[in-house]
């Protein structure tokens, strides 16, 4: 007999490799897979790039220049004085004024924006009459130009306006409302005019989703409303009042724009906003000093937003669930 030659170590695992084993059909639909998913992956970031680049381009490389203005003496030497421009900001008589009118102004208008708007949804979710002719009175403000607004404030709340007519029926004297102690409640009152309609709609969407199963069997087991309301409602509702929590603060800092129609560059103090320091900072060129306010007071935003995101989880948790 012949005797058989021993083939070489690792010569059938080149021979397999020279000549690949056919693919099954499983192992061929899991390399369509694959080149389905890469594919996708390609379009996917061909479509997201514009948007990255914008947001890279637009957001981060301003905010990186920011930061860059507030740790340096100013934009011609450069030189690197750290904290030295947040110390000089926290300082300023105006920044402490303004801060401290915004502060107030969003601490009184954003809670109020959120419970009259739940209340308002809550009675427009009942069966009550001339329910659409309630939600076309409340909506009609987002219409309206912010320029009638002002004129319609103006008219309102002048020295000789009508407000101070109607005043005068009961013995009170006449009062320059923009102009006196009580401007912040004349722009607390246009705030919530404004808002309170957009923040009812979203609540009453939410209203409606809540499961009607759940609301009926705990009117089988002789739950009062407030029960209802505290326990189940408030569960389901607690994303909608983050989300109208944080348009609403974000809408807080943006009254600037009626205050400054109402008022000009430098209004009475008590309605001396954050953004007319940083209005009249910028008219100056004042780089540091805008700069350092500015990432100061988005720390402050930062800090609230994720305090109310910690509540949410706490309080919605169990719905997720």
């Known amino acids: ?53 914008g947001v890279l381009l637009f957001f981060v490389l301003p905010f990186l220049v920011v930061f860059f203005y507030a740790v340096v003496d100013n934009p011609i030497s450069h030189r690197f004085v750290f904290l030295d421009n947040f110390i000089n900001v926290f ?86 409302w923009l102009k006196s102690d009580h401007a912040q409640v004349v722009i607390i009152v246009l705030f919530l005019w404004k808002n309170l309609g957009y923040n009812m709609i979203l609540f009453m969407s939410a209203l409606g989703s809540i499961p009607k199963d759940i609301l009926e069997v705990a009117v089988l087991e002789s739950a009062k409303p407030w029960q209802i309301f505290l326990h189940i409602k408030i569960r389901y509702l607690s994303s909608t009042i983050l989300f109208v929590t944080i348009m609403s603060l974000i809408n807080s800092f943006k009254v600037f724009r009626e ?26 060129l004042d780089y540091q000093k805008l700069s350092s306010a500015a990432i100061m007071m988005s720390i402050v935003m930062i800090v609230i937003i994720g305090i109310l995101f910690l509540a949410e989880n706490h309080f919605g948790k169990d719905v997720e669930g």
């Open 1 to 53: 007999m012949m005797e058989t030659k021993k083939k070489p170590a690792g010569f059938w695992q080149r021979k397999k490799q020279e000549h690949p084993a056919p693919k099954t059909g499983a192992g061929k639909q899991k390399s369509a897979i694959q080149k389905k998913n890469a594919k996708s992956r390609r379009i996917s970031t061909a479509f997201l790039a514009p948007s990255i680049l």
């Open 91 to 176: 300082r300023n008589a105006a920044f402490r004024q303004a801060a401290y009118n915004t502060m107030k102004f969003s601490v009184i208008a954003v809670p109020l924006a959120v419970v009259l708007s739940l209340g308002l949804a809550m009675l427009l979710d009942s069966k009550i009459p001339f329910k659409s002719q309630f939600r076309t009175f409340f909506l009609t403000p987002m219409m309206v130009p912010i320029a009638s607004i002002v004129l319609i404030w103006q008219v309102l709340f002048h020295y000789n306006g009508m407000v101070n007519d109607i005043t005068a029926l009961f013995g009170s004297a006449k009062t320059d």
């Open 259 to 284: 205050i400054y129609l109402l008022t000009d560059d430098y209004p009475y103090n008590t309605v001396y906003m954050m953004q007319h320091f940083m209005n009249n900072t910028f008219g100056s």
